[in-house]
């Protein structure tokens, strides 16, 4: 039984530590005029080192003896707070509902910059002005300050800021602080963007009924499923409902699953609102990010879009939460710590008393369920906001079909006729590579990952086998490991593979790639989407990160090459995501007047939940899923645990996994 220390008052800091220990840990703080809170930054000791950690609370007692307690050594942001209470309750939750070490969850909340010692909050943003006097030597002629005039004449068209004033001059800093001298120009804190809302299109009754529902109900939890399919204006009730909130002077926040779509959402919500939206995400710089995170702290953000780790902004009049395609995988952190983004916006939502819209085509099993049995509301939308048709379906029977690199004939001569119309063709595979398998052809040895046993992808072009799993590589051997033989071959197909024998096909025809490997260096996705929507006749291969919300109107044929292998899976999500990746790349189908064709690849093509699905809809497969669930009594109708032990040697992990199953009743652990 542990003894208690108590101090006469609360004076203790109970300190969240990124570190992977299931505590807080005590400190005492240092003598000066600052008085600690919850929520402030310190720089502490922690072992042989200094380290940045935030006050979660004060305590008057400590399980270690007062004199043993190290003393934080400064807090470098004075009396400023970087999380707030609520924001520390949510933190709170979340360490407490996904059993992780505290101070990774807290520190995750803060931007790169301030998890360091030498990280700052940076000053509020300013503007420049002309004063009087520098209005009146506007009028006199420039003489020989040329330079200072130029800048002098920027600022004669209205308030700016520093990003603004870069493009005059490069010297643009020593000249102003010149002209601040002289009292011709004065600084101000920059105020938060104007709403300035133009014009949008007439809503159809659907899209109206949505935008009323989910106005009626600001000011209140309420969580909204916005299910609508491709091309219904999802966006467009969006906009309508932020208008309304930033009109009446809150903040919102609209997260993406991934950071290609960040782009095309900003322009269509700068043109619509008239400002622009502070955007974040990980591709963005430490300095960027931290910038972003202090104008959702100082309220000069009135929208920010971004991805799952906008979550957690310090928004201080957050008014609603939209999450755009909420049935999506990104919006699950794999790493580190582990969450839901869209079971915490809901907590979010609900500590706030805020309503939070969950958009999507294909409602996520769980989403469903809830809107199912009345726990959401649920708004509809069934028809293209362009009045285009939804697109046809043509399913090919590959038992039947002469193969090319994973490409039918039936499905070669389709894209053939394509692009003879000079119009634009999508091939699918969710497999980027060359091949998925690489093995030997004497011995049957296969590449396998050395440090998780999953199969290594080859990829041709860097000349690497890759593992998709934990990212490890290795040289391409040029015989075989095992034998020695030089009969090395990879086994099925990756984006890679498709690329070379879809250009070799139609060489004429320009061929964009898009997946990770193609759109790592930073502005390829934008320059590759732009390209595509000069309505050029082309072939796009690629990824899932195709089927998300782009809007690509001269695509008539998307050849979806190969989902079999979720139909027979052992995971038992595998089926909702096929369903959910089918609908979400035929909706980049005849999204315009052209009318829109999906073929199907398939050995299956009469398995029961494709039939429902090509024949019913969406709507109708996710009840038949649900009602398989429900039998099983699988998510959402119970809750699973997945437990995973890493070790050096294979036997300490069976040992401790086989400790950790005598703990639960029979039955109960697979």
């Not at 805020?354 to 049995?373: D, F, K, Q, W």
């Not at 690497?464 to 095992?482: G, K």
């Not at 309505?535 to 291969?541: A, F, I, P, Q, T």
Request: positive net charge.
């Amino acid at each position: 039984m542990s003894v208690m220390h108590e101090s006469p008052s609360q004076n203790i800091l109970r300190v969240a530590l990124a570190v992977p220990l299931r505590q807080l840990f005590d400190y005492l703080p240092p003598a000066g005029d600052i008085k600690a809170r919850p929520g402030m930054r310190v720089v502490v000791p922690f072992g042989h080192r200094q380290m940045v950690g935030v006050i979660v609370e004060l305590a008057n007692h400590s399980e270690m003896p007062l004199d043993k307690l190290a003393g934080v050594l400064e807090f470098p942001d004075g009396n400023l707070t970087v999380l707030t209470d609520e924001t520390l309750g949510l933190l709170r939750w979340c360490w407490r509902y996904y059993k992780h070490a505290p101070g990774e969850v807290v520190c995750s909340a803060l931007p790169p910059a301030l998890r360091k010692v030498s990280g700052r909050i940076p000053p509020p943003p300013v503007q420049y002005r002309l004063t009087a006097a520098g209005e009146k030597r506007l009028q006199e002629p420039p003489g020989r300050l040329k330079a200072q005039f130029r800048l002098l004449q920027s600022l004669g068209e209205g308030p700016a800021a520093e990003a603004q004033l870069r493009i005059v001059s490069p010297s643009w800093r020593k000249l102003l602080a010149r002209l601040v001298e002289q009292q011709w120009v004065s600084s101000e804190q920059r105020p938060a963007a104007a709403l300035r809302p133009a014009a949008g299109p007439p809503l159809m009754a659907e899209q109206k009924r949505s935008v009323d529902a989910i106005c009626d109900s600001l000011g209140s939890f309420h969580c909204h499923l916005l299910d609508g399919i491709t091309g219904s204006g999802k966006t467009e009730v969006y906009l309508q409902v932020l208008e309304q909130v930033l009109r009446e002077g809150g903040q919102a926040l609209l997260l993406v699953p991934e950071i290609g779509l960040t782009p095309q959402l900003l322009a269509r919500f700068e043109k619509r609102l008239g400002f622009a939206p502070v955007v974040t995400h990980s591709g963005l710089s430490e300095g960027q990010r931290l910038q972003a995170w202090a104008m959702a702290r100082s309220g000069l953000a009135r929208l920010v879009i971004g991805t799952r780790s906008a979550l957690f902004l310090p928004l201080s009049d957050l008014q609603i939460i939209i999450l755009d395609e909420e049935h999506d995988a990104s919006f699950k952190q794999q790493d580190g710590f582990r969450y839901s983004s869209r079971d915490v916006a809901v907590k979010r939502a609900s500590g706030l008393a805020v309503p939070i819209v969950l958009g999507t085509a294909t409602p996520s099993l769980e989403t469903y369920n809830n809107a199912v049995i009345d726990r959401y509301s649920w708004h509809r939308l069934r028809q293209r906001a362009t009045g285009a048709a939804e697109p046809r379906w043509r399913v090919l029977d590959l038992v039947q079909q002469n193969m090319k690199g994973g490409i039918s004939s039936a499905a070669m001569k389709a894209i053939g006729e394509t692009l003879e119309k000079q119009e634009q063709v999508l091939v699918f595979l969710n497999r980027r590579g060359y091949a998925p398998v690489i093995l030997c052809h004497e011995c049957g040895w296969h590449g396998a990952c050395q440090r998780c046993d999953a199969n290594l992808t080859w990829h041709k072009a860097s000349r690497r086998l890759l593992c998709h799993h934990c990212d490890s590589s290795m040289q391409l051997p040029v015989m075989c490991p095992e034998c020695g033989a030089d009969a090395l071959q990879g086994a099925g197909e990756g984006t890679e593979q498709l690329e070379q024998v879809l250009g070799r096909t139609f060489p004429d025809t320009p061929l964009l790639r898009f997946d990770r490997d193609t759109v790592r260096k930073k502005g390829e996705f934008d320059r590759l989407s732009e390209q595509v929507k000069t309505g050029e006749s082309c072939l796009l291969v690629g990824t899932q990160m195709l089927a998300k919300g782009h809007h690509f109107p001269k695509v008539t044929l998307v050849v979806i090459v190969n989902l079999d292998q979720a139909l027979y899976s052992a995971d038992f999500r595998a089926l909702e995501r096929m369903g959910q990746l089918m609908v979400q790349v035929a909706g980049r189908a005849g999204r315009d007047q052209l009318p829109g064709e999906v073929i199907l690849q398939t050995h299956y093509p009469r398995h029961e939940s494709l039939l429902t699905l090509l024949t019913n809809g969406y709507e109708a497969f996710a009840a038949d899923i649900r009602a398989d669930r429900q039998a099983a009594c699988l998510p959402p109708f119970s809750y699973q645990a997945l437990l995973r032990s890493d070790a050096h040697q294979k036997e300490d992990v069976k040992a401790f996994l086989n400790q950790a199953k005598q703990c639960f009743p029979a039955g109960e652990t697979g």
